[in-house]
C-alpha cells in the first residue's frame, strides 16, 4: 500500500484520527490536505490522550514526516501552541512540513466571521468560529489573501497587510459599527514572530511529496471533517469551507487522486452533527442522550454537544460514493452496547416518496423522513474483542447491515479508544 487515504464519510468526528494513528507505522509521511485548527482528532494510547486540531496524527510517531498541505488554511499560533502541547505531554515531534502555498489565518478572519455568524441569527451555520471560511473565502477571491510564503517577504507582507487590513476595517464597521478595528502594525510583528518560529518547516510540500513519489515512499492521507461537510458535495450551506471528502485530496496536496491505491472511509455506527444544518436520523429523545453520553460527544476543539441519532445509511453510502472509499471502519460500536435495539436508516421519505438517494437541496433535506431498519442489539461489553468471530452475533449483524447498506467490505472496527481496541480484517 504505497499510497493510501482515510476519510470521513459523515458529518465529522468519525474517529478518523484513531485509524490514521493505527496506519501511520507503515507510512513514511502523513499528508494533512485541507481545513485548519476547526478539525478535531483525538488519539489515545499507553494510558494518555492527545488532542490535535491543525496537526496530522502522524506526529505522534517517531521517524513519519508530517506535511500541511497547500490546502490548509494556516493559523500559525494554533500551529505553535499545539506544538506545545503535545510536546508539554512528553512526545518529541516527528518532522514537520508546512506549505508555502498554504494560505494564513489572521486575526481579522476571526473577527469577521464571528459578526456573520450572530447576524445571522438562528440561520447561523454554527461554525467553530476559527476563521475558516472568512480565510477560504479571501483564498478563492485572490485580492485580499496572503499565504504563508509572503510572510517570507516582509517588504510585500507589510504592504500587502497595510492594503488588506484597511479593506478589513471598512467591512467590519459596515457589518457592525460597534466592531473592534485590526491594527495592521500589531498583526505584522506578531506574524513575523510566527513566521520566525516555524521558518525551519515551510517549503514547498508540493515538490517534496512529488519526490517522495518517485522515490516510492509509502504516503497517507489524512482527512479532516467528513464528506458531508464537502463546500461542493456536502448539505450546503452547513458545511465547511473546504473539500473535505475525497475529492480534496488532488487540489490540497497537489497529488493526483489517481495514485491512490486503498482509499478508506471512516464513518461511526451511528450519526453525529455539531452546528446547524439538517441531520434526518437525529434523536431528540433519551436514546440520543445516552448515546452522546456513552460516546462523550462533546467536540474537540469547541467543546460543543454533539447532535446524535441513528446511523443514517443514505447519507454515509453517498459520502462513500463521493469520497470514492474501497472499504470502511466502523468505530465507536461499543457506544451502542447497552441499546435493546438499534435502527438503521435505509431510506428517506421526502413528500411520500422513498429514496436513497441523499437529496442536493437543502429544503429537500429538511423534510427528508427517515425510513428505518430495526435490528436487534447485542447488550454485552465487546471491548475486549479483538476478532470478528468473537462478536456477538447481533453486533456481526449490525456490522454487516451497514457494510451492505454503504456497499462497501469493513476492514476495521473500533470498540475502545485505545490502539489495540479495533477488530482488523
Ligand atoms: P467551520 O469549518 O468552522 O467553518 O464550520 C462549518 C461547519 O463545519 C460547522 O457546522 C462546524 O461545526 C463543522 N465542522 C468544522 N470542523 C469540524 C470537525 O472537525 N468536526 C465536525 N464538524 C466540523
Same mark, same amino acid.
Request: glycine fraction near 10%.
Given at each position: 500500500?504505497? %499510497?493510501?487515504?482515510?476519510?470521513?464519510?459523515?458529518?465529522?468526528?468519525?474517529?478518523?484520527?484513531?485509524?490514521? &494513528?493505527?496506519?501511520?507505522?507503515?507510512?513514511? $509521511?502523513?499528508?494533512?490536505?485541507?481545513?485548519? /485548527?476547526?478539525?478535531?482528532?483525538? %488519539?489515545?494510547?499507553?494510558?494518555?490522550?492527545?488532542?490535535?486540531?491543525?496537526?496530522?496524527?502522524?506526529?505522534?510517531?517517531?521517524?513519519?514526516?508530517? %506535511?500541511?498541505? /497547500?490546502?490548509?488554511?494556516? /493559523?500559525?499560533?494554533?500551529?505553535?501552541?499545539?506544538?506545545?502541547?503535545?510536546?508539554?505531554?512528553?512526545?518529541?515531534?516527528?518532522?514537520?512540513? %508546512?506549505?508555502?502555498?498554504?494560505?494564513?489565518?489572521?486575526?481579522?478572519?476571526?473577527?469577521?466571521?464571528? $459578526?456573520?455568524?450572530? /447576524?445571522?441569527?438562528?440561520?447561523? +451555520?454554527?461554525?467553530?468560529?476559527?476563521?475558516?471560511?472568512?480565510?477560504?473565502?479571501?483564498?478563492?477571491?485572490?485580492?485580499?489573501?496572503?499565504?504563508?510564503?509572503?510572510?517570507?517577504?516582509?517588504?510585500?507582507?507589510?504592504?500587502?497587510?497595510?492594503?488588506?487590513?484597511?479593506?478589513?476595517?471598512?467591512?467590519?464597521?459596515?457589518?457592525?459599527?460597534?466592531?473592534?478595528?485590526?491594527?495592521?502594525? =500589531?498583526?505584522?510583528?506578531?506574524?513575523?514572530?510566527?513566521?520566525?518560529? $516555524?521558518?525551519?518547516?515551510?517549503?514547498?510540500?508540493?515538490?517534496?511529496?512529488?519526490? =517522495?513519489?518517485?522515490?516510492?515512499?509509502?504516503?497517507?492521507?489524512?482527512?479532516?471533517?467528513?464528506?458531508?461537510?464537502? +463546500?461542493?458535495?456536502? #448539505?450546503?450551506?452547513?458545511?465547511?469551507?473546504?473539500?473535505?471528502?475525497?475529492?480534496? +485530496?488532488?487540489?490540497?496536496?497537489?497529488?493526483?487522486?489517481?495514485?491512490?491505491?486503498?482509499?478508506?472511509?471512516?464513518?461511526?455506527?451511528?450519526? #453525529?452533527?455539531?452546528?446547524?444544518?439538517?441531520?434526518?436520523?437525529?434523536?431528540?429523545?433519551?436514546?440520543?442522550?445516552?448515546?452522546?453520553?456513552?460516546?462523550?460527544?462533546?467536540?474537540?476543539?469547541?467543546?460543543?454537544?454533539?447532535?446524535?441519532?441513528?446511523?443514517?445509511?443514505?447519507?454515509?453510502?453517498?459520502?462513500?460514493?463521493?469520497?470514492?472509499?474501497?472499504?470502511?471502519?466502523?468505530?465507536?460500536? &461499543?457506544?451502542?452496547?447497552?441499546?435493546?435495539?438499534?435502527?438503521?436508516?435505509?431510506?428517506?421519505? +421526502?413528500?411520500?416518496?422513498?429514496?436513497?438517494?441523499?437529496?442536493?437541496? $437543502?429544503?429537500?433535506?429538511?423534510?427528508?423522513?427517515?425510513?428505518?431498519?430495526?435490528?436487534?442489539?447485542?447488550?454485552?461489553?465487546?471491548?475486549?474483542?479483538?476478532?470478528?468471530?468473537?462478536?456477538?452475533?447481533?453486533?456481526?449483524?449490525?456490522?454487516?447491515?451497514?457494510?451492505?447498506?454503504?456497499?462497501?467490505?469493513?476492514?476495521?472496527?473500533?470498540?475502545?479508544? &485505545?490502539?489495540?481496541?479495533?477488530?482488523?480484517?
Amino acid at each position: 500500500m504505497a %499510497v493510501s487515504a482515510v476519510v470521513g464519510l459523515q458529518w465529522g468526528d468519525e474517529a478518523k484520527g484513531k485509524i490514521v &494513528d493505527l496506519l501511520t507505522d507503515q507510512f513514511e $509521511i502523513v499528508v494533512r490536505y485541507l481545513g485548519g /485548527n476547526n478539525a478535531g482528532h483525538t %488519539v489515545m494510547f499507553d494510558g494518555s490522550t492527545y488532542k490535535l486540531s491543525l496537526l496530522p496524527a502522524g506526529i505522534l510517531r517517531p521517524g513519519v514526516t508530517s %506535511v500541511i498541505a /497547500n490546502g490548509v488554511v494556516l /493559523n500559525p499560533k494554533a500551529l505553535l501552541s499545539e506544538l506545545k502541547s503535545i510536546k508539554d505531554q512528553g512526545v518529541e515531534p516527528g518532522n514537520l512540513l %508546512v506549505s508555502d502555498r498554504a494560505h494564513v489565518i489572521f486575526p481579522y478572519h476571526m473577527a469577521e466571521e464571528a $459578526i456573520l455568524e450572530k /447576524n445571522r441569527g438562528e440561520k447561523a +451555520i454554527g461554525t467553530t468560529m476559527r476563521g475558516i471560511g472568512t480565510c477560504y473565502r479571501d483564498k478563492i477571491g485572490r485580492t485580499h489573501a496572503i499565504r504563508v510564503g509572503d510572510l517570507y517577504r516582509p517588504d510585500h507582507f507589510r504592504e500587502r497587510l497595510q492594503e488588506v487590513v484597511e479593506y478589513k476595517n471598512v467591512i467590519l464597521k459596515a457589518l457592525d459599527p460597534s466592531a473592534e478595528t485590526v491594527c495592521a502594525d =500589531a498583526i505584522y510583528d506578531e506574524y513575523c514572530g510566527y513566521a520566525e518560529q $516555524i521558518s525551519g518547516m515551510v517549503t514547498d510540500t508540493t515538490a517534496f511529496l512529488h519526490r =517522495a513519489l518517485k522515490d516510492n515512499k509509502n504516503m497517507l492521507f489524512e482527512g479532516a471533517q467528513g464528506s458531508l461537510l464537502d +463546500i461542493d458535495h456536502g #448539505t450546503f450551506p452547513y458545511v465547511t469551507s473546504s473539500n473535505s471528502s475525497g475529492c480534496g +485530496i488532488q487540489a490540497g496536496s497537489g497529488v493526483p487522486s489517481r495514485v491512490i491505491d486503498r482509499m478508506i472511509g471512516v464513518v461511526k455506527s451511528y450519526t #453525529t452533527r455539531v452546528g446547524g444544518g439538517p441531520c434526518p436520523t437525529e434523536l431528540h429523545c433519551e436514546i440520543g442522550n445516552h448515546i452522546r453520553t456513552e460516546g462523550n460527544e462533546f467536540g474537540t476543539v469547541t467543546g460543543r454537544p454533539r447532535r446524535c441519532g441513528w446511523f443514517d445509511a443514505v447519507a454515509t453510502s453517498y459520502g462513500a460514493r463521493v469520497s470514492g472509499v474501497d472499504c470502511i471502519a466502523v468505530m465507536l460500536l &461499543d457506544v451502542l452496547s447497552k441499546l435493546d435495539e438499534l435502527k438503521i436508516c435505509e431510506a428517506y421519505e +421526502i413528500d411520500g416518496e422513498r429514496t436513497t438517494d441523499l437529496p442536493s437541496q $437543502i429544503q429537500d433535506l429538511e423534510r427528508a423522513k427517515p425510513v428505518y431498519r430495526t435490528v436487534p442489539g447485542w447488550k454485552k461489553d465487546i471491548t475486549g474483542v479483538r476478532r470478528m468471530e468473537d462478536f456477538p452475533k447481533e453486533a456481526r449483524q449490525y456490522i454487516d447491515t451497514v457494510s451492505e447498506l454503504v456497499e462497501r467490505p469493513v476492514e476495521f472496527v473500533s470498540i475502545g479508544p &485505545d490502539r489495540d481496541q479495533t477488530v482488523i480484517l
